[in-house]
Each structure stands twice: as C-alpha cells, then as structure tokens.
C-alpha cells in the first residue's frame, strides 16, 4: 500500500494559512542551517506532490522563476523535477514541469494511487484537498511545522472535522530559528475503527 | 520583576478547549509515567496560580475533593495549598484553600504583582484572562502542552490579535503518551518594540 502524508506549516493558533491565503509568516527570518539542509531534504524526497489549486498556482508562479533558481536553486531543482499532481475542476491547463492535472473524483483516484506498493503521496498546504482526505479516512501522516508564531486568524485545516480525531506522535524535532517539527500517524484511529 | 506565564493545553487546531469548555481530551489516555512526573513537579513549582472565574470553578469543584485526593494524591496535594487568585466580577466568595478573590482592574493588578522581585505567576487555562494579558503585553513565557489530538472546533486563546506575534521557541520536550511540551519566551517582542 502506498502512504499519504499532510505535510503543512502551522501557526500556534492552528493555522495553517493567513486569512487571505498568506504564507510568508512561515517564511523564518533568521538563518538557519540545519533547517535550509531539512527543506532541501524533503525537497528531493521520492514520491508525487499533491496539490490543490491554490496552493498549486502559488507554488507554480515562484518554483519554476527565475527568482527561486536565484534564491534557492537547490529546492528549486528538486521540487521543479519531482512528479506533481493539481486536483482542480476550473483549471484548463498547467504549465510547471512534470505536473499532471486531474479532475476526476478525488478520493477514487488517490484510493488508485495508494494501492501501488511503496508508493509515498504528500499533500503541501491545499487545506480543502487536506481536508477532504481528512475526512475520507485516507490520510497516514501529519507531519506539522510549528512556526513560533500567533496569527490571531486565519484558515484552519480542520473546520468540518465532526469529530474528535486522536493521533499517535511519531516524531518530534527543534530548530535553532523556533520551528519545531512533528510527526503523527493515523494508525491507532485505523486499528481501533474509530 | 515578576514572571508571568501563560500555561495551556492545546489540541493541534490550536485550541485549548471544546466550544462548550470541554477539557477530557487533555487527558491522557495512556500511562505515562515520566508524564505524570512532569505535572507533579509543576504542581509544586513556586509563585501564584492565577484563574478565571470559569476555569477556576472547574477547579475548585475537583482538586480539594476526596476523588482527586485518591486519584491524583501528589498534584492535589501541591495545588490545594499553592497561593492562588481567581479574577472575577461575579464571584462573591471562594471556597478553595489558598484562594484570593480579586474583582479590581486585572492589568493594574498584575502590573503590581510583577512588580515583585522573583515572583512567578502562572494563568492555567482562563482564556479570557490570557487573552487580556496578551493583548496588554503583560505575557513573558507561553508553556504549550500540545495535545496530539484535533478537535474540529473549540475555543481559541488568541481570537482577538490583531497582529501576528512572533515568539522565541526556548524549549520542547516529547513525551511518551503523545504530549509535546513546548515553552516559548515573549522577549523578542519587547526587545524590538513591537
């Protein structure tokens, strides 16, 4: 079976985008090595990107810039190499590399994809696609950024869940510029049906 | 001067209690017993533990009990003969060992009590007055447990700001029942003026 990881920056306050769709909150200020060596490993990991149409278009108008290869040819190379799907009814056409569009039901084809073996899906920001996945039972992984900060408002990843979800904390790590990243699994809701 | 935290449970959508003040989740489920030695050691920390009317109800109405006194012998011990304050308006008389009421001006108050060399105080829970001493910059430290738990929906500390804060992650600790304790200064914010 393949796994499906939600990989998402939150605030403290739970938030994992601005009101008006902002991210630069979770751009950090201060450098950091050990976190600029973090990005550009999940960057090359193996496995498809998953995308909702907001997040895609964000993502689409800087990766492939000529800003990014400036700013961050490292994560810009991988990210624009890695095999990327965009779940969007109104889109026409994508133009980033190595992207595919689909507009079929979501849940049936992720469903497809997870039945190939090994097979690692990640979802990055794309709270509704998150979400819907959420709700579908279809999600493995959370893996959460923590940033060091309160935005008072904003988007949350979870407004529809109806009930109360429990995970299983995998993995915790610090970083010198205050995110703090943290693992959990599903697995314990699956093996108890809940 | 005085130290004053802000000592809060927190789901991962950011909230420190269900909409009708829910806190069952907050307990753990499973064994933990470096867990249970982490909350008896804060129990018994020094300084004043400051409430607000509801939370401090919740309170009074369980830890002088003969249930907590059977359930929980050494936290029930500390707390019951900590030095505590209860804001509120309402209240005419409090029954918890210890307790002092106070209906004056909370931020004066407090602004007198830091005034104290050394003396810590801690808001256990009490959004309201959390949120009061946020947004009057009286806060020096946040103290999250992070609960691996999504709620869906539920009361927020930080409904109110206007402005994104940003905080210095000092310290974070996993335990094994899934908790993650993370301890945030407010320092930065006072040095840059914002």
Redesign the interface.
Known sequence: MGILTVFEN??????FSGVSGDFT?AQSSSHDPEWDQFVAGNASGGGILLFGRITYQIMESYWPSPVAAKRDPVVAERINTRPKIVFSKTLDNVSWSNTQLMKADLEAEICKLKAEPDLCITVLGSGSIALQLTQAGLVDE?H?V?N??????GR??????????????KT?R?FEN???Y?T?STSSLKESGS
Chains 1, 2 share one sequence.
């Open positions: 939150i605030s403290l306050d739970g938030y909150w959370y959460f923590v060091p900060v309160i935005l008072g408002s949350t990843l979870f407004g529809s869940i109806e009930q109360t979800m429990r995970l299983s904390l915790s610090m205050g995110n703090v943290l959990y």
